[in-house]
């Protein structure tokens, strides 16, 4: 009669959470901004000229990569943001401001 191997149970490794993804590159930061932007300024309602001239920029940057008119809107948007965060808007956080000036200060 053979022996029969006993196999202990496999150590499941505990599944850890992919890291996030860290954006690094200035254009991808600045068109992070500029999706953030639109959503906030959408969300609150406010600056309708300003919400279609960063879509606008946004859709023409995926034809021709030229992030200039992101860097001009995200400026643009900067100020917006900031006069709404005096006045306390909710939902405008400093968090957002510094994520723009972020993307704003990648490019210099």
């Given at each position: 009669?053979?022996?029969?191997?006993?196999?202990?149970?496999a150590?499941?490794?505990?599944?850890?959470a992919?890291?996030?993804?860290?954006?690094?590159?200035?254009?991808?930061?600045?068109?992070?901004?500029?999706?953030?932007?639109?959503?906030?300024?959408?969300?609150?309602?406010?600056?309708?000229?300003?919400?279609?001239?960063?879509?606008?920029?946004?859709?023409?940057?995926?034809?021709?990569?030229?992030?200039?008119?992101?860097?001009?809107?995200?400026?643009?948007?900067?100020?917006?943001?900031?006069?709404?965060?005096?006045?306390?808007?909710?939902?405008?956080?400093?968090?957002?401001?510094?994520?723009?000036?972020?993307?704003?200060?990648?490019?210099?």
């Open positions: 009669m053979a022996k029969a191997t006993s196999k202990a149970p150590k499941v490794a505990a599944k850890k992919a890291p996030k993804k860290t954006v690094t590159n200035p254009v991808e930061l600045i068109v992070k901004a500029c999706e953030a932007s639109l959503a906030k300024l959408s969300e609150l309602d406010i600056e309708h000229p300003l919400q279609s001239e960063i879509n606008w920029c946004l859709s023409s940057f995926q034809n021709d990569q030229n992030p200039i008119g992101l860097y001009q809107m995200a400026e643009r948007s900067l100020i917006i943001f900031k006069a709404e965060l005096a006045k306390k808007t909710k939902g405008v956080t400093a968090k957002l401001i510094t994520d723009i000036e972020k993307a704003l200060k990648a490019d210099a």
